[in-house]
């Protein structure tokens, strides 16, 4: 989701969080046990996410709208949850 990055640059902005990691979550969703970035395989430079076949998206135009054409085969349909190393977030915002 577009909106998502712009989130994250904001919080950013605004809260000097000092966790090695950051999970990123959909509204919806809910921990039902610890979540260990490390044993799950996060480490800098890898972010840790899950595939979701059914989302639609990727393979339609909808991300061609924000990437560039190189970029597109590379999108993959993840979501849901997103484990990252504080510094890969705060590169990327």
């Known amino acids: 989701s577009y909106n998502k990055p712009a989130s994250v640059m904001f919080w950013l902005a605004q809260v000097k969080p000092t966790e090695e990691f950051i999970a990123l979550l959909d509204t919806d969703m809910l921990l039902r046990a610890p979540l260990l970035p490390i044993d799950l395989g996060a480490r800098k430079g890898v972010v840790v996410s899950a595939q979701y076949n059914y989302l639609i998206g990727t393979h339609a135009k909808f991300a061609s709208r924000f990437l ?26």
Do not use: N, T, W, Y
């Open 68 to 93: 560039s054409p190189e970029e597109v085969p590379l999108a993959a349909q993840c979501g849901g949850f997103h484990i990252f190393h504080a510094h890969d977030l705060k590169r990327i915002s």
